[in-house]
């Protein structure tokens, strides 16, 4: 039986792979984080332990495919080479996820469900979405094999202008948000606003995406509107030190963000 969840979305339109590929292969990866190891030299320690196997595409069995090609994949390949996915992002998370009692999460552009493993692994409960049917088929696969499938909703399908708002009495209280949409950064905010006009949700973490348009504009306009705040994460090169033993703290004294931003970034909305 179809989940209210996943019945939401449209499913009309799908990703998949262009190169002509059924299924891609798989690699596992020991997901084994902690704060005493950085995964890469420039990026934090997480400040909680994290450990889960993690099925990724095998990467390297596909490099340099000319057409968008599901198993040509930086996440694979970055967790492959250093056991994490983008370690500033990580590190924040892992921070807000274990920082409040279990809670739900939404992931909205989940992939093969790096954000909601972390959130699983905290004892949330998460609801995923994802265009690649391939990468909700993984990220279903990784949260049967960790056991913890029975707080996993995941649902493909694309977010639009008419797609249904999000209410608390389907979500309930919201811990984190998190939003990498390619340039529908500003619709996925649109159907969150009954969430922040409740005050339901703790924390976004949004993907900026100016190279696709606007849509990074309205989503910041349609969180300052419900009076988040919007800080900028670190880039790589920063200065790590203040990170070692709480990211959540640094974040919150970090700039806002600029009005002329002109490449991709993530920021960290913090409710009011």
């Not at 909601?116 to 609801?127: C, I, Q, T």
């Not at 209410?167 to 905010?189: F, H, M, N, S, Y």
Request: net charge negative; charged share 25%.
């Amino acid at each position: 039986m179809t989940s209210p969840w996943a019945q939401r979305w449209d499913a009309a339109r799908l990703d998949g792979c262009e190169a002509g590929h059924s299924i891609h292969e798989r690699i596992t990866v020991p997901v084994d984080l902690c704060p005493r190891a950085r995964p890469i030299p420039d990026g934090p320690a997480v400040p909680h332990p994290v450990r889960f196997d993690f099925c990724v595409f095998d990467a390297a069995v596909y490099e340099g495919t000319d057409v968008y090609c599901t198993g040509d994949d930086e996440l694979s390949r970055s967790m492959v080479e250093q056991g994490c996915w983008e370690p500033w992002q990580t590190a924040l998370a892992v921070d807000i996820l274990a920082g409040g009692p279990p809670g739900t999460v939404i992931d909205l552009g989940s992939h093969v469900g790096w954000y909601s493993m972390l959130a699983l692994a905290f004892g949330h409960r998460v609801f995923a979405l994802d265009a690649d049917t391939e990468h909700v088929v993984l990220s279903v696969l990784n949260a049967t094999l960790a056991g913890w499938r029975d707080r996993f909703d995941v649902a493909v399908g694309w977010l639009d202008a008419d797609s249904t708002p999000l209410g608390v009495e389907e979500t309930g209280p919201v811990r984190l948000v998190k939003i990498d949409l390619e340039g529908e950064e500003g619709t996925a905010a649109e159907k969150l606003v009954p969430l922040l006009a409740e005050g339901a949700v703790d924390y976004a973490l949004v993907e900026l995406s100016p190279e696709f348009g606007d849509g990074w504009r309205d989503a910041l306009d349609v969180f300052a509107a419900a009076g988040y705040s919007a800080h900028l994460l670190p880039d790589k090169g920063d200065d790590v030190a203040a990170f070692e033993f709480g990211p959540l703290a640094d974040i919150l004294r970090r700039p806002r963000v600029p009005p002329d931003l002109a490449v991709q970034a993530t920021v960290l909305m913090v409710a009011p």
